[in-house]
Protein backbone atom coordinates (compact mmCIF):
# COMPACT_ATOMS: atom_id res chain seq x y z
CA UNK A 1 0.00 0.00 0.00
CA UNK A 2 1.33 3.43 -1.00
CA UNK A 3 1.65 5.80 1.79
CA UNK A 4 -0.30 8.67 2.64
CA UNK A 5 2.62 11.40 2.35
CA UNK A 6 4.69 10.57 -0.83
CA UNK A 7 6.16 14.08 -0.52
CA UNK A 8 7.22 15.94 1.99
CA UNK A 9 5.56 19.55 2.19
CA UNK A 10 7.42 22.31 2.84
CA UNK A 11 4.33 24.73 4.14
CA UNK A 12 0.90 23.62 5.07
CA UNK A 13 -1.40 25.01 3.15
CA UNK A 14 -4.69 26.52 4.88
CA UNK A 15 -8.12 26.28 2.94
CA UNK A 16 -11.60 27.07 3.65
CA UNK A 17 -14.39 24.59 2.28
CA UNK A 18 -18.39 25.27 3.07
CA UNK A 19 -20.01 22.59 3.77
CA UNK A 20 -23.88 22.49 2.70
CA UNK A 21 -25.28 21.94 6.18
CA UNK A 22 -28.87 22.26 6.77
CA UNK A 23 -30.88 22.66 3.27
CA UNK A 24 -34.47 23.19 1.97
CA UNK A 25 -35.74 21.93 -1.07
CA UNK A 26 -36.16 25.14 -2.18
CA UNK A 27 -32.31 25.90 -2.06
CA UNK A 28 -30.98 26.49 -5.39
CA UNK A 29 -27.62 24.03 -5.88
CA UNK A 30 -27.02 25.40 -8.99
CA UNK A 31 -26.73 28.76 -7.77
CA UNK A 32 -24.97 27.92 -4.41
CA UNK A 33 -22.17 25.97 -6.74
CA UNK A 34 -21.50 28.92 -9.20
CA UNK A 35 -21.37 31.57 -6.46
CA UNK A 36 -18.60 29.19 -4.08
CA UNK A 37 -16.93 29.07 -7.89
CA UNK A 38 -16.60 32.74 -8.68
CA UNK A 39 -15.34 33.77 -4.85
CA UNK A 40 -12.63 31.37 -5.12
CA UNK A 41 -13.92 29.19 -2.26
CA UNK A 42 -11.84 26.33 -1.70
CA UNK A 43 -14.27 23.09 -1.90
CA UNK A 44 -17.68 22.16 -1.39
CA UNK A 45 -18.44 19.49 0.67
CA UNK A 46 -21.87 17.34 0.91
CA UNK A 47 -23.25 15.20 3.96
CA UNK A 48 -24.94 11.76 3.30
CA UNK A 49 -28.04 12.15 5.39
CA UNK A 50 -30.92 9.57 4.28
CA UNK A 51 -33.64 10.84 5.77
CA UNK A 52 -33.59 14.70 5.00
CA UNK A 53 -33.83 17.23 2.01
CA UNK A 54 -29.92 17.32 1.19
CA UNK A 55 -28.80 15.95 -2.51
CA UNK A 56 -26.97 12.36 -2.08
CA UNK A 57 -23.43 13.61 -2.31
CA UNK A 58 -22.39 11.56 -5.19
CA UNK A 59 -25.28 12.99 -7.24
CA UNK A 60 -24.86 16.35 -5.71
CA UNK A 61 -21.34 16.54 -6.69
CA UNK A 62 -21.55 15.27 -10.05
CA UNK A 63 -23.78 18.24 -10.71
CA UNK A 64 -21.45 20.54 -9.55
CA UNK A 65 -18.87 18.92 -10.93
CA UNK A 66 -20.46 19.50 -14.19
CA UNK A 67 -20.58 23.16 -13.52
CA UNK A 68 -17.20 24.17 -12.07
CA UNK A 69 -13.60 23.75 -13.38
CA UNK A 70 -11.70 24.91 -10.14
CA UNK A 71 -13.64 23.67 -7.01
CA UNK A 72 -12.83 20.91 -5.07
CA UNK A 73 -15.43 18.53 -4.47
CA UNK A 74 -15.85 16.60 -1.51
CA UNK A 75 -17.89 14.23 1.06
CA UNK A 76 -17.85 14.83 4.47
CA UNK A 77 -19.01 11.82 5.10
CA UNK A 78 -20.41 9.00 3.36
CA UNK A 79 -20.80 5.73 5.01
CA UNK A 80 -18.74 3.09 3.95
CA UNK A 81 -19.22 -0.46 5.57
CA UNK A 82 -23.00 -1.50 4.13
CA UNK A 83 -21.81 -0.33 0.83
CA UNK A 84 -20.12 -2.44 -1.84
CA UNK A 85 -16.75 -1.06 -2.34
CA UNK A 86 -16.67 -1.98 -6.02
CA UNK A 87 -19.59 0.14 -6.48
CA UNK A 88 -18.05 2.95 -4.52
CA UNK A 89 -14.64 2.34 -6.90
CA UNK A 90 -16.68 2.82 -10.22
CA UNK A 91 -18.58 6.40 -8.56
CA UNK A 92 -15.25 7.52 -7.49
CA UNK A 93 -13.26 6.61 -10.24
CA UNK A 94 -16.26 8.45 -12.60
CA UNK A 95 -16.68 11.91 -10.49
CA UNK A 96 -12.55 11.85 -10.98
CA UNK A 97 -12.86 11.18 -14.71
CA UNK A 98 -15.24 14.54 -14.74
CA UNK A 99 -13.41 16.41 -12.55
CA UNK A 100 -9.46 15.40 -12.65
CA UNK A 101 -7.55 16.19 -9.18
CA UNK A 102 -10.84 17.95 -7.50
CA UNK A 103 -12.69 15.01 -5.62
CA UNK A 104 -12.33 14.79 -2.03
CA UNK A 105 -14.03 11.43 -0.78
CA UNK A 106 -14.64 11.32 3.18
CA UNK A 107 -15.85 8.06 4.58
CA UNK A 108 -17.32 7.45 8.07
CA UNK A 109 -18.32 4.06 9.90
CA UNK A 110 -21.78 4.32 10.18
CA UNK A 111 -24.13 7.48 10.37
CA UNK A 112 -24.70 9.99 13.00
CA UNK A 113 -28.31 9.64 12.45
CA UNK A 114 -29.11 5.85 14.48
CA UNK A 115 -32.22 5.99 12.58
CA UNK A 116 -30.74 5.31 8.92
CA UNK A 117 -28.22 2.74 10.10
CA UNK A 118 -30.51 -0.35 8.99
CA UNK A 119 -29.62 1.03 5.89
CA UNK A 120 -25.75 0.27 5.73
CA UNK A 121 -26.01 -3.26 6.85
CA UNK A 122 -23.28 -5.30 8.10
CA UNK A 123 -22.78 -8.77 10.02
CA UNK A 124 -23.54 -7.87 13.98
CA UNK A 125 -20.36 -6.79 15.52
CA UNK A 126 -18.44 -6.48 12.32
CA UNK A 127 -18.25 -3.16 11.16
CA UNK A 128 -15.14 -1.95 12.22
CA UNK A 129 -13.93 -5.26 10.15
CA UNK A 130 -15.64 -4.49 7.53
CA UNK A 131 -14.84 -1.04 7.19
CA UNK A 132 -11.15 -2.17 7.27
CA UNK A 133 -11.72 -4.70 4.44
CA UNK A 134 -13.54 -1.94 2.25
CA UNK A 135 -10.84 0.71 2.32
CA UNK A 136 -8.37 -1.90 1.26
CA UNK A 137 -10.42 -3.16 -1.38
CA UNK A 138 -11.50 0.30 -2.29
CA UNK A 139 -7.83 1.49 -3.10
CA UNK A 140 -6.63 -1.35 -4.82
CA UNK A 141 -9.65 -0.79 -7.27
CA UNK A 142 -8.68 2.99 -7.71
CA UNK A 143 -5.33 2.13 -8.46
CA UNK A 144 -5.01 -0.68 -10.15
CA UNK A 145 -6.73 -1.96 -13.49
CA UNK A 146 -7.79 -5.28 -12.42
CA UNK A 147 -7.78 -6.17 -8.88
CA UNK A 148 -8.11 -10.13 -7.41
CA UNK A 149 -9.05 -9.92 -4.06
CA UNK A 150 -10.26 -12.52 -1.40
CA UNK A 151 -11.12 -11.37 1.62
CA UNK A 152 -13.59 -12.17 4.58
CA UNK A 153 -16.64 -10.24 3.47
CA UNK A 154 -15.71 -9.72 -0.54
CA UNK A 155 -13.84 -11.35 -2.97
CA UNK A 156 -13.34 -9.76 -6.73
CA UNK A 157 -11.54 -11.69 -9.73
CA UNK A 158 -9.99 -9.63 -12.45
CA UNK A 159 -11.90 -6.53 -11.08
CA UNK A 160 -11.84 -3.04 -12.80
CA UNK A 161 -13.47 -0.13 -12.60
CA UNK A 162 -12.08 1.60 -15.60
CA UNK A 163 -11.28 5.44 -15.85
CA UNK A 164 -8.16 5.82 -12.93
CA UNK A 165 -7.47 8.91 -11.80
CA UNK A 166 -3.95 10.04 -13.20
CA UNK A 167 -3.12 10.53 -9.21
CA UNK A 168 -4.72 7.77 -6.55
CA UNK A 169 -7.54 9.68 -4.88
CA UNK A 170 -6.44 10.21 -0.96
CA UNK A 171 -9.21 8.56 1.06
CA UNK A 172 -9.88 10.41 4.04
CA UNK A 173 -11.94 9.30 7.41
CA UNK A 174 -13.91 10.97 9.67
CA UNK A 175 -14.37 9.81 13.68
CA UNK A 176 -13.29 10.58 16.81
CA UNK A 177 -13.19 7.51 18.77
CA UNK A 178 -9.87 5.60 19.73
CA UNK A 179 -10.29 2.83 17.08
CA UNK A 180 -11.32 4.97 13.97
CA UNK A 181 -8.31 7.18 14.61
CA UNK A 182 -5.65 4.76 14.66
CA UNK A 183 -8.00 3.64 11.56
CA UNK A 184 -6.73 6.35 9.98
CA UNK A 185 -3.26 5.68 11.17
CA UNK A 186 -3.57 2.55 9.59
CA UNK A 187 -5.71 2.70 6.29
CA UNK A 188 -6.24 6.24 5.20
CA UNK A 189 -4.76 9.25 3.90
CA UNK A 190 -6.08 12.21 6.12
CA UNK A 191 -9.24 12.92 8.51
CA UNK A 192 -11.74 15.09 8.92
CA UNK A 193 -13.15 15.60 12.44
CA UNK A 194 -16.09 17.27 13.65
CA UNK A 195 -17.41 18.31 17.30
CA UNK A 196 -13.85 18.96 18.70
CA UNK A 197 -12.09 21.13 20.83
CA UNK A 198 -9.33 22.50 19.19
CA UNK A 199 -7.21 20.05 22.14
CA UNK A 200 -8.95 17.48 21.48
CA UNK A 201 -8.19 17.64 17.87
CA UNK A 202 -4.39 17.92 18.72
CA UNK A 203 -4.58 14.80 20.56
CA UNK A 204 -6.41 13.05 17.61
CA UNK A 205 -3.89 14.16 15.48
CA UNK A 206 -1.17 12.61 17.70
CA UNK A 207 -3.41 9.56 17.89
CA UNK A 208 -3.65 9.30 14.29
CA UNK A 209 0.29 10.18 13.45
CA UNK A 210 1.14 7.54 16.65
CA UNK A 211 -0.72 4.58 14.50
CA UNK A 212 0.94 5.69 11.47
CA UNK A 213 4.21 5.41 12.44
CA UNK A 214 3.37 1.73 13.72
CA UNK A 215 2.28 0.75 10.40
CA UNK A 216 5.45 2.28 8.53
CA UNK A 217 3.52 4.99 7.14
CA UNK A 218 2.85 8.58 7.55
CA UNK A 219 0.40 10.95 7.32
CA UNK A 220 0.52 14.24 5.78
CA UNK A 221 0.79 16.98 7.97
CA UNK A 222 -1.28 18.75 5.46
CA UNK A 223 -4.43 16.23 5.59
CA UNK A 224 -6.28 17.35 8.96
CA UNK A 225 -8.97 19.10 8.96
CA UNK A 226 -12.41 19.81 10.48
CA UNK A 227 -16.04 20.41 9.78
CA UNK A 228 -16.79 23.31 11.85
CA UNK A 229 -20.69 24.91 12.27
CA UNK A 230 -20.66 28.96 12.50
CA UNK A 231 -24.00 30.31 14.08
CA UNK A 232 -24.72 33.70 12.40
CA UNK A 233 -27.93 33.81 14.41
CA UNK A 234 -29.66 31.39 17.05
CA UNK A 235 -28.00 27.69 16.15
CA UNK A 236 -30.26 25.17 14.60
CA UNK A 237 -31.90 23.59 17.90
CA UNK A 238 -31.73 20.25 16.37
CA UNK A 239 -27.87 20.72 15.89
CA UNK A 240 -27.75 21.69 19.71
CA UNK A 241 -29.26 18.20 20.71
CA UNK A 242 -27.07 16.11 18.30
CA UNK A 243 -24.05 17.96 19.71
CA UNK A 244 -25.41 16.90 23.74
CA UNK A 245 -26.33 13.64 22.35
CA UNK A 246 -22.81 13.14 20.93
CA UNK A 247 -21.15 14.75 23.63
CA UNK A 248 -22.45 14.43 26.66
CA UNK A 249 -21.36 17.19 29.84
CA UNK A 250 -20.48 19.30 26.85
CA UNK A 251 -21.62 22.62 26.47
CA UNK A 252 -23.13 22.38 23.06
CA UNK A 253 -22.37 26.29 21.98
CA UNK A 254 -18.41 25.79 22.86
CA UNK A 255 -18.15 23.72 19.95
CA UNK A 256 -20.22 25.68 17.54
CA UNK A 257 -18.60 29.55 17.07
CA UNK A 258 -21.06 32.53 17.00
CA UNK A 259 -20.34 35.15 14.35
CA UNK A 260 -17.52 35.25 12.39
CA UNK A 261 -14.46 37.12 15.03
CA UNK A 262 -15.36 34.41 17.41
CA UNK A 263 -15.07 32.34 14.32
CA UNK A 264 -11.81 33.72 13.57
CA UNK A 265 -10.33 32.63 16.92
CA UNK A 266 -11.69 29.52 16.56
CA UNK A 267 -9.95 28.88 13.60
CA UNK A 268 -6.45 30.45 15.04
CA UNK A 269 -6.55 27.63 17.90
CA UNK A 270 -7.40 24.68 15.86
CA UNK A 271 -4.34 26.14 13.33
CA UNK A 272 -2.22 25.84 16.27
CA UNK A 273 -3.56 22.32 17.13
CA UNK A 274 -2.28 21.11 13.51
CA UNK A 275 -5.76 21.57 11.41
CA UNK A 276 -5.07 23.16 8.20
CA UNK A 277 -8.43 22.18 6.07
CA UNK A 278 -11.89 23.87 7.26
CA UNK A 279 -15.24 23.01 5.98
CA UNK A 280 -17.27 25.54 7.17
CA UNK A 281 -21.39 25.00 7.50
CA UNK A 282 -24.01 27.34 8.93
CA UNK A 283 -25.38 26.25 11.56
CA UNK A 284 -28.87 26.56 11.43
CA UNK A 285 -30.67 27.67 7.56
CA UNK A 286 -29.26 30.99 6.60
CA UNK A 287 -31.63 33.31 5.54
CA UNK A 288 -29.40 33.85 2.47
CA UNK A 289 -27.13 31.81 0.57
CA UNK A 290 -25.66 34.45 -0.92
CA UNK A 291 -24.98 36.35 2.15
CA UNK A 292 -23.43 33.74 3.90
CA UNK A 293 -21.00 32.71 1.20
CA UNK A 294 -20.02 35.91 0.66
CA UNK A 295 -19.17 36.40 3.90
CA UNK A 296 -17.48 32.93 4.30
CA UNK A 297 -14.88 34.63 1.63
CA UNK A 298 -14.38 37.93 3.23
CA UNK A 299 -14.06 36.92 6.36
CA UNK A 300 -12.41 33.28 5.95
CA UNK A 301 -10.39 33.47 2.69
CA UNK A 302 -7.99 36.10 3.88
CA UNK A 303 -6.41 33.57 6.52
CA UNK A 304 -5.59 31.21 4.12
CA UNK A 305 -1.67 30.17 3.42
Known amino acids: MRPCADRIIDVVKIRFGVGSGPTRPSDDLAAIVDQLEDLG ?4 WLSELVYAPQVDPVVGLAHAASRTRR ?43 AGERALFPVPPG ?10 VLLRLLLEQPTVTFRGEFFSVEDAGVGLLPDR ?82 TDPRTLVPHGWAQ ?12 ISKFVVRPAAHPTSWTRFLTEVATELLPLQT
Request: glycine share 12%; net charge neutral; charged share 20%.
Open 168 to 249: PLDLWLGGAAPAGLRRVGRLADGWLGSLLTPAEAAAAIVTIQDAAAEAGRTVDPDHFGISLPVALAEPDPGLLETIRDRRPG
Open 41 to 44: IDSL
Open 263 to 274: TRRLVDEYTAAG
Open 126 to 135: RRGAVFDESL
Open 71 to 113: LKLGTGVSVLPGRNPVLMAKQLASLAWLAPGRILPVFGLQPAR
